[in-house]
């Protein structure tokens, strides 16, 4: 994949290609005076489970927050370069990050039920965004907790707390709380580094099941779920403390795990397996 | 070398073992002495019925619902402005200068001792808002009392909701005022209610500031713009002018259940939250 000069350009929005769903292009980020991020260009494929991965510290988190606007909450921070949604600059001025989220749903590492019951939490953002109807209500809940592989586990105690259930569950929960609202982007960092087995491989079949419909985007640290689940995945290093990370490869999984083109990727993936 | 280490080990912890149970002791003390003196007469009639009489003999029911409605009135007031204050130097002021001033401030007038609290809640509500000797002016310079309070306990309530779980709901689309109003005020919710329920029972013990603005007439109010006669005050006025003591052993003891109770049901609150959140 290469890209033009012009592409670089502030303002240049890629034109809308059907399989792309983000255009990343060129992107710089800064917490402050440190710039974490440098020159990031890359395209997500729609429909597709797109993994991250690369050592800690290596701006993963950093780069998931920029696609919801999630770094907007963390004062001193700035981003240079273009994000497009469907063609949309999600920086341009007119765009309301709190409907941009609507849109582009997160799930992070550690579960994070909000303390009320199960189904409260599903309903919570229909609710937030006007859904009153119970009859509504009780369906959203339930397909979506259908969709985040959970329904069995939780349809008789719907009113019981979230945060009664174990880890695995309460982290399906939170990803039937995201779905509820029908994102078109499903941002997972790190979803399954704290949780038992049982429910990572739940989440790795929904995964499978959602991306008909959703586009995901998963870190990971863990190799082989980056293979098992993904169809692209980009490889991010930060080569000097205190520099900012780029991004080394990019490309189809099956590619990038049997004959990746960088060293460096080659020594992480290797590295990591064994 | 050895042995010396055991030995002041061992001293050191004796030293700590009696500063400790001095505190149980001296309270052990103070309950044991006001129960001893006020069980023989706290009974339903002296609940339930009025003093009658030169010496106020009788029951002490005006004095209990003094005491109540000026409390509940204070809650009601300094609810709203405690919380709304806290929610905005917790989530919306902009850390900086203004803010520390509003804290300093507020800690301060936690410091202001309360028979000055009294003599402006005189000045400013007795007499310049001409609301007289009430239960209005007693619950608005209560209300002076507990504000810093409950403040402060909000705002480290609001404070100590998790961000993880405020950025489950801002990725949700949820915005600023959502999200504080729908998930971090019910989290804080539990610790919320043991502040003013401490500051409750500060208010209730509270005599200095009731006298000079509630009055000292023994008094079942029943507006608002009424005097009336706190428990404190009766206590007071009992023991001090040797009207009658038993009645002034009596209301302390029931006192001092009343702000048991308080605190007890504050801890107990609290203990029931930390098993909720695991
Ligand atoms: N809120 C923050 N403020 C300042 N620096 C941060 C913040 N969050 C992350 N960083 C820094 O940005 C870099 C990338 O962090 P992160 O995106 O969390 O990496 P990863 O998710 O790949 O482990 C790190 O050097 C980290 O210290
Ligand atoms: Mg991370």
């Not at chain 1, 999630?70 to 001193?76: A, E, F, T, V």
């Not at chain 1, 719907?158 to 174990?166: I, N």
């Not at chain 2, 989530?91 to 850390?95: C, F, L, T």
């Given at each position: 994949m290469s890209h033009t000069l012009?592409?670089?350009?502030?303002g240049f929005v890629p034109t809308?290609?059907?399989?792309?769903k983000i255009a990343v292009r060129g992107l710089d980020f800064f917490y402050g005076d440190f710039q974490?991020?440098?020159d990031i260009t890359c395209d997500i494929r729609d429909n597709s489970v797109t993994a991250f991965i690369g050592p800690?510290?290596?701006g993963k988190s950093t780069f998931l927050r920029c696609f919801n606007r999630?770094?907007?909450?963390?004062?001193?921070t700035k981003v240079e370069g273009l994000i497009t949604l469907d063609g949309q600059?999600?920086?341009?001025?007119?765009?309301d990050p709190v409907d941009l989220r609507r849109r582009i749903g997160m799930i992070f590492q550690q579960p994070n039920p909000f303390p009320m019951s199960i189904y409260d939490n599903v309903a919570y953002g229909p609710r937030l965004h006007g859904m009153k109807k119970k009859a509504d209500l009780d369906e959203v809940v339930e397909t979506s907790l259908k969709r985040a592989n959970l329904w069995k586990e939780v349809k008789d105690i719907?009113?019981?707390?979230?945060?009664?259930?174990?880890g695995g569950q309460q982290q399906r929960l939170c990803i039937a709380r995201v779905l509820a609202v029908q994102p078109d982007v499903l941002l997972m960092d790190e979803?399954?580094?704290?949780?038992d087995p049982t429910s990572v491989q739940k989440i790795e079949d929904l995964m499978a099941e959602l991306k008909s419909t959703v586009t995901i985007i998963i870190v990971t640290h863990n190799m082989q779920q980056a293979a098992r689940v993904s169809d692209e995945t980009a490889f991010f290093l930060?080569?000097?403390?205190?520099e900012p990370a780029m991004l080394v490869e990019f490309g189809r999984t099956a590619d990038i795990f049997t004959?990746?083109?960088d060293k460096r990727t080659e020594d992480y993936i290797t590295g990591r397996f064994g | 070398m050895k042995d010396m280490k055991r030995i002041t080990n061992a001293l050191a912890l004796a030293v700590f073992w009696i500063a400790g149970l001095t505190t149980v002791v001296v309270l052990g003390a103070v309950i044991l002495y006001v129960f001893v003196n006020g069980i023989g007469h706290l009974n339903l009639a002296f609940i339930f019925t009025k003093p009658h009489g030169v010496n106020a003999e009788g029951g002490i029911w005006p004095m209990i619902v003094s005491t109540m409605y000026v409390t509940g009135l204070a809650m009601v007031i300094v609810t709203p402005i405690a919380v709304l204050a806290a929610v905005y130097l917790a989530?919306?002021?902009?850390?900086g200068r203004l803010v520390r001033i509003i804290r300093f401030a507020a800690d301060t007038l936690a410091g202001v001792p309360s028979i000055v609290m009294g003599l402006f809640g005189l000045a400013l509500f007795v007499e310049g808002m001409g609301f007289g000797f009430s239960v209005l002016s007693g619950a608005l310079a209560l209300s002076f009392l507990m504000l810093p309070i409950v403040m402060r306990t909000t705002e480290e309530a609001i404070r100590a909701v998790p961000k993880f779980i405020r950025w489950g709901s801002y990725g949700l689309g949820a915005t600023k005022w959502q999200t504080v109003s729908r998930i971090v005020l019910p989290a804080a919710m539990p610790r919320i209610i043991t502040g003013l329920i401490l500051a409750t029972g500060r208010a209730v013990g509270e005599t200095a500031v009731v006298i000079f603005?509630?009055?000292?007439?023994i008094n079942t109010p029943l507006l608002p713009t009424d005097p009336g006669r706190s428990m404190t005050v009766h206590l007071y006025q009992m023991a001090m002018e040797g009207i009658n003591l038993p009645a002034a052993f009596g209301t302390a003891l029931l006192l001092m259940v009343m702000i048991l109770f308080f605190n007890l049901s504050a801890r107990w609150l609290l203990r029931r939250n930390r098993r909720m959140q695991g």
């Open positions: 012009a592409e670089h350009q502030p809308a290609d059907a399989c792309v974490a991020l440098t800690s510290g290596c999630m770094n907007d909450l963390i004062i001193g600059d999600i920086y341009a001025p007119g765009v719907l009113g019981r707390g979230g945060l009664t259930l174990s979803p399954c580094s704290a949780i930060q080569e000097v403390m205190g004959s990746p083109k | 989530e919306y002021a902009v850390q603005t509630m009055g000292t007439m």
